[in-house]
């Protein structure tokens, strides 16, 4: 039997918190407009970036929305080509997924991130041949919708019933379900143990070597 583990990128392989604030403050201030609440901006990590900021400032007209947007992705960029972005992996996530491919997993990300954000990266951790899909937001709708990971399951050549996604928001778990795909929840992310399993989580993984344990 073939199985795909479907991983969540920011919130579920790497902690990259602090950037998507700072990059966040930058477009706000840049565009002269008072930055959100943090803690709202920390709940939108997963949504793809125009839907994200549309539930930030849903007063704003749609070009100052995508101003906004433009700005953060300037922003993030800016710092990652002057060596300030720091989006560590969680403790224990390499050997995960390096123990779960020597096991004959294939292994796919599904995020909310850019296909230029996401292959810098995992290019900067040496772990993106560990995969066979990389899905973005770039090309598809916005989680929940599962476009992105029924495109993962095509590309790996699997069942539904041979995957799991795994990942920190509701957006990940909704996005499963929809898909027919299990989904398990970690509790390191955005998004509270509760609200995942109301979303349909079939379980939550404290840690890393309770999440190897569930897969």
Not at 62 to 86: I, M, P
Request: net charge negative; aromatic share 6%; glycine share 8%.
């Amino acid at each position: 039997m073939t199985r795909l583990a479907v991983f969540d990128c920011d919130g579920t392989l790497v902690d990259g918190q602090a950037d998507v604030c700072a990059a966040m403050v930058d477009a706000f201030v840049l565009a002269g407009e008072q930055a959100p609440d943090m803690n709202e901006v920390r709940r939108m990590v997963g949504l793809s970036l125009p839907v994200a900021m549309r539930r930030l400032v849903p007063d704003l007209p749609e070009n100052r929305q995508a101003e906004l947007v433009q700005n953060y992705k300037d922003a993030f960029y800016a710092r990652r080509q002057s060596g300030r972005l720091h989006e560590p992996l969680y403790d224990g996530m390499r050997e995960l997924l390096t123990g779960l491919h020597a096991a004959g997993w294939q292994l796919a990300v599904a995020t909310g991130k850019s296909d230029r954000g996401l292959t810098a990266c995992l290019e900067t951790h040496g772990i993106i041949d560990l995969f066979v899909s990389l899905q973005t937001a770039d090309r598809h709708p916005s989680k929940p919708h599962p476009a992105m990971l029924e495109a993962a399951l095509f590309e790996a050549g699997v069942t539904p019933a041979d995957a799991v996604m795994i990942g920190d928001t509701t957006f990940d778990v909704v996005m499963a379900c929809d898909a027919n795909v299990r989904a398990i929840g970690v509790a390191w992310g955005y998004h509270a143990p509760d609200e995942l399993l109301q979303a349909g989580a079939t379980a939550v993984a404290s840690d890393i070597e309770a999440l190897e344990k569930l897969l």
